[in-house]
């Protein structure tokens, strides 16, 4: 049995983690949609949520292109 937050066929979520910088956590967050694709879920199934989009959007924009990972950002975060 999965919990809500766990992806189809996935016992749990993803463990939470942290980071020194918000630059150093959004490449981890990179690095963990690249494994999760790797891993066969699909893209379009990936989320992430930000707690405070104004330190937030624009490292994690840095990191996902550098990554290749094409995103799609919600207008709301362009605010920030």
Request: proline share 10%; net charge positive; aromatic share 4%.
């Amino acid at each position: 049995e999965g919990s809500a937050l766990a992806p189809p066929g996935r016992a749990e979520a993803t463990p939470r983690f942290c980071a020194p910088t918000e630059a150093e956590e959004c490449v981890e967050i990179a690095r963990r949609v690249i494994a999760l694709a790797r891993e066969g879920v699909p893209l379009r199934r990936v989320a992430i949520a930000l707690r405070a989009p104004e330190l937030y959007v624009s490292p994690l924009e840095a990191a996902l292109r550098r990554a290749r990972v094409a995103a799609f950002y919600s207008p709301a975060l362009r605010r920030h």
